[in-house]
């Protein structure tokens, strides 16, 4: 208290400054190396090198070159089901080695015709991630990867003969029959009374076992609404029910009723399933329907978190890139968001040590949409609640249900730690505030659980901070000469205020964008309100409610956190696994953006990872092995949203395969107009 206040002031200073300058220390140090390097057993999936094909003997059949650079990613090097992009999709790809092929014209036991496997290659399935290759491969060129597929599948090449399709009874008596039959035939144990639930597979009544409904974990079929025939994948006119009737749905649950019913049995049965169908969404008079609008919010939430980006963090992955199956939303995957802080996603399970058993399903909902767990406040840029911000609260709550019903699975996952107070406020002020946009996002491959846990140190020196803030307040009122007259006492207050002021602000801009005493709104409104908004009063109510959903698609599905609102892209990623890419112009733009594209084409950009010309996408920079889930109605309500967007005149580079000057570890650039490579 001797001493004078200048020398308190630069002692504590200097005291400050070495705390802080530790934080940051530890901070640069702490979740550099994973725990755990992991990669995956071929059993699971096969890693392959990018671009597809890379690699492939020159010399190598044609079949076998087009296969392994434009299926292998699904289907696997080997057509074992079990390529890189195979654990993310709900169904997974065809294992030709088993040569079982579930959507052809003959028997049940019969291997496909040529023109089967021809017409799926050409033509794809609808409402599937099977693609359609008919605008990028020549007719010589599907056959010979159809050739390549039944070496494969061990098929011979003796051509069998197709099922001999009788003609309809197309008449109203015929749907009365199949309405009866529909009950004798137990068809509602899977598809309801009316036909028009969706239980899962194997379902109650029918021959195999119940299953838990709805599935926790894996994969999992549902059996089809048969109101939403642009959901069945093997064809909705009445011909193409009575194949699948025939012959059945083989692997799969969907038995065949050739031996349970007469050819005209099945037929009735085929115009009775016919006549169950609503409008589509998309078509005068209908509406919504889907799994992202049910009401039941635990179908709602599973369904959310297999087409939302939740797994892209908090399932570790691989060197390549393939996530780890046995450890979905289990966390451990770290990021880098300087100056923000360094994260590691949490443990979603509901393991009651590591997880999230403890939280009820509102404080699970709060942190989606708000960021808030409990008094504490989540970056934006460690978890980007500001885009699930707009999440309806059924939505929320439905995944937070879901989440709590997940199986346990012990994971401890180190907490995230933040640079200094000094370095965050200096570095978030020569980024730009208030939204302190980081210049790059990096994630690293590996698991973090069980790296130490840096936090608490941190947490020590935040407190020996305040600590020295309490001294120094203490010694700047109290020590040396004590004023005798009011005016002093005043000055020094003063003085001491607007030390405080100027300490409150370099704290707050520290916390930004997202510090506790601003409310969510206010920190996501600034993003989500930048979103182009449409007339509805020139568009049908039918058209209106899809491209309303597109919208709520485009927000919550994470599109606008790469895209930008306003859909222009630009922003850059490197990976030396991937190389550098150039997230693209999704506009309606005619010559830098989507305008020539058709509707085909950018769905089956949106759930295939094809673009227009062929190219495939890369699933860690264009997530379509997630977006493969998206139910049909949702694929065309992003395409009708994309439609109605403003064009934007953005030119952006074309993709460069890897180089040796790609960052290391998966990097994504925020700014545009950056060169190839690990630059920006």
């Known amino acids: ?44 999936a096969e890693e392959l090198a990018w671009p597809p094909g890379s690699g492939t003997r020159a010399d190598a059949p044609l079949g076998e070159r087009l296969y392994r650079s434009r299926c292998a990613v699904c289907h696997g090097p080997a057509g074992r089901g079990n390529g890189p992009a195979a654990p993310s999709l709900r169904t997974p790809p065809r294992d030709f080695t088993q040569g079982e092929f579930k959507f052809k014209s003959t028997a049940q036991g019969e291997p496909p015709t040529r023109e089967d496997l021809v017409r799926i290659v050409r033509d794809g399935l609808p409402a599937s991630p099977m693609p359609y290759f008919s605008d990028v491969l020549k007719p010589e060129e599907i056959s010979a990867v159809v050739a390549y597929v039944e070496k494969l599948a061990g098929i011979d090449g003796t051509d069998p003969t197709p099922l001999a399709i009788p003609s309809s009874p197309g008449d109203r008596a015929s749907v009365a029959r199949g309405e009866v ?24 009544g029918s021959p195999t076992p119940a299953a838990e409904e709805p599935p926790l974990a894996g994969h999992a079929t549902f059996a089809p609404d048969l109101g939403q025939p642009w959901t069945f994948h093997g064809g909705s006119d009445a011909a193409h029910v009575w194949v699948r009737l025939t012959a059945g749905i083989v692997p799969g649950p969907m038995p065949s009723y050739a031996a349970a019913a007469t050819p005209r049995e099945r037929w009735d049965l085929s115009n009775y399933v016919v006549s169950l169908a609503w409008p589509a969404p998309w078509a005068p008079g209908g509406r919504l329907r889907g799994l992202g609008v049910t009401p039941d919010l635990l179908r709602r939430g599973e ?8 797994q892209r963090c908090h399932t ?10 046995d450890r979905r939303f289990a966390g451990g995957m770290a990021m880098r968001a300087y100056p923000h802080g360094d994260f590691v996603s949490r443990n979603l399970t509901s393991d009651p040590r590591t997880g999230l058993a403890r939280l009820s399903e509102s404080e699970i909902a709060r942190i989606l949409r708000d960021g808030r767990r409990g008094s504490e406040v989540l970056s934006t840029w460690g978890m980007p609640w500001m885009v699930f911000h707009a999440f309806s609260e059924e939505d929320a709550h439905g995944l937070a249900r879901w989440l709590k019903k997940l199986p346990p699975l012990s994971h401890p996952v180190p907490e995230s730690v933040r640079y200094g107070v000094i370095e965050s406020a200096l570095a978030k002020s020569f980024f730009g505030l208030p939204a302190a946009i980081p210049p790059r996002l990096v994630y690293l491959d590996g698991d973090f659980s069980g790296v130490a846990n840096a936090r608490p140190i941190e947490r020590r020196l935040a407190g020996c901070e305040s600590a020295v803030l309490v001294l120094f307040t203490l010694a700047f009122l109290f020590g040396g000469r004590r004023p005798r007259a009011f005016g002093g006492w005043a000055r020094r207050t003063l003085a001491l205020a607007g030390l405080a002021m100027l300490a409150f602000a370099v ?62 892209g630009g922003a850059k990623l490197s990976w030396k696994v991937s190389g550098t890419i150039y997230v693209p112009n999704v506009t309606p733009d005619r010559e830098t953006g989507l305008g020539r594209w058709s509707d085909a084409q950018i769905a089956r950009a949106i759930r295939s990872g094809m673009a227009r010309d062929g190219r495939p996408l890369h699933w860690q920079a264009m997530p379509w092995d997630l977006f493969a889930n998206l139910e049909e109605e949702d694929v065309r309500a992003l395409i009708a949203w994309l439609r109605r967007l403003p064009p934007v005149n953005h030119a952006i580079p074309p993709p460069r395969p890897p180089a040796p000057d790609d960052c290391r570890d998966y990097t994504f650039f925020s700014a545009s107009d950056l060169p190839p490579g690990c630059r920006g």
């Open 1 to 44: 208290m001797a001493l004078s206040r200048a020398k308190v002031a630069a002692a504590a200073l200097l005291l400050f400054g070495l705390l802080d300058a530790g934080r940051s220390w530890i901070a640069w140090r702490a979740y550099r190396k994973p725990h755990e390097r992991w990669g995956p057993t071929p059993d699971v």
């Open 181 to 204: 039959l529909y009950g004798e035939m137990r068809c509602a144990s899977c598809h309801g009374d009316d036909g028009h639930e969706r239980r899962v597979f194997p379902c109650e």
């Open 303 to 310: 369904y959310l978190s297999r087409v939302e980006i939740c």
């Open 316 to 325: 570790p992955i691989g060197a390549t890139g393939i996530y780890r199956d």
């Open 507 to 568: 704290d707050l801009v520290a916390w930004l964008p997202s510090p506790p005493l601003i409310p969510p709104a206010t920190i996501a409104n600034p993003l989500l309100s930048a979103v182009p908004k449409i007339d509805p009063t020139r568009m049908t109510p039918w058209d209106s409610a899809l491209a309303a959903r597109g919208r709520h698609l485009w927000e919550t599905a994470s599109c606008v956190y790469c895209h930008g609102a306003d859909g222009r």
